[in-house]
T-cell receptor, first 113, second 112 residues
Framework: DAGVIQSPRHEVTEMGQEVTLRCKPISGHNSLFWYRQTMMRGLELLIYFNNNVPIDDSGMPEDRFSAKMPNASFSTLKIQPSEPRDSAVYFCASSFAVHTEAFFGQGTRLTVV | TQLLEQSPQFLSIQEGENLTVYCNSS?????LQWYRQEPGEGPVLLVTVVTGGEVKKLKRLTFQFGDARKDSSLHITAAQPGDTGLYLCAGAGSLSTDKLIFGTGTRLQVFP
């Protein structure tokens, strides 16, 4: 298996633009997580899905952030409109169950200027 | 809210030294995982400890789960530059639906 695949690896965008991050989880995994990592705040859980259903989105910063999982092999995290403070590395992770080993993608480094 | 505090936050040492990283919480966890993250990559699981008092060894790394399952430690013997990275602990609650709670992280730099 190729592991969790995220795209793009790097994204530079202007403030106010829409940003869409993509994730393909490992086949057979039932749980998918979106994290944001910064030096100041560490690794923060934004939202997670179980069997394609959003379970906990309490970590989503505000209404500008939204996430979808239309099927078991694809998820998106969208920021609209983006702001400079959204600059961070965004990780997608998947696992067999909610608190079993999490397999992380390589992340998307987002820079909003 | 469950919180996992790690200490120290930063650690810079010379090759060959020993070190211990701590992961503490006021909450009880059913299991605790340790991850290592290298620059430009996502975290990768090192070990999972499940039983209070459990000790697991992975080459020069020794992991211990506290008796009360509220804390854990990671001890590295004779650190090497390849051990450099961000170490994260993550705790799982008692319910199967409980999400993993990640710690604040310890950034380790080992100089040759």
């Amino acid at each position: 298996d190729a592991g969790v695949i995220q795209s793009p690896r790097h994204e530079v965008t202007e403030m106010g633009q829409e940003v869409t991050l993509r994730c393909k989880p490992i086949s057979g995994h039932n749980s998918l997580f979106w994290y944001r990592q910064t030096m100041m705040r560490g690794l923060e859980l934004l939202i997670y899905f179980n069997n394609n259903v959003p379970i906990d989105d309490s970590g989503m910063p505000e209404d500008r952030f939204s996430a979808k999982m239309p099927n078991a092999s694809f998820s998106t995290l969208k920021i609209q409109p983006s702001e400079p403070r959204d600059s961070a590395v965004y990780f997608c992770a998947s696992s067999f169950a909610v608190h079993t080993e999490a397999f992380f993608g390589q992340g998307t480094r987002l820079t909003v200027v | 809210t469950q919180l996992l505090e790690q200490s120290p936050q930063f650690l810079s040492i010379q090759e060959g030294e020993n070190l211990t990283v701590y992961c503490n919480s006021s909450s009880v966890f059913s299991s605790l995982q340790w991850y290592r993250q290298e620059p430009g990559e996502g975290p990768v699981l090192l070990v999972t400890v499940v039983t209070g008092g459990e000790v697991k060894k992975l080459k020069r790394l020794t992991f211990q789960f506290g008796d009360a399952r509220k804390d854990s430690s990671l001890h590295i013997t004779a650190a090497q530059p390849g051990d450099t990275g961000l170490y994260l602990c993550a705790g799982a609650g008692s319910l199967s639906t409980d999400k993993l709670i990640f710690g604040t992280g310890t950034r380790l730099q080992v100089f040759p």
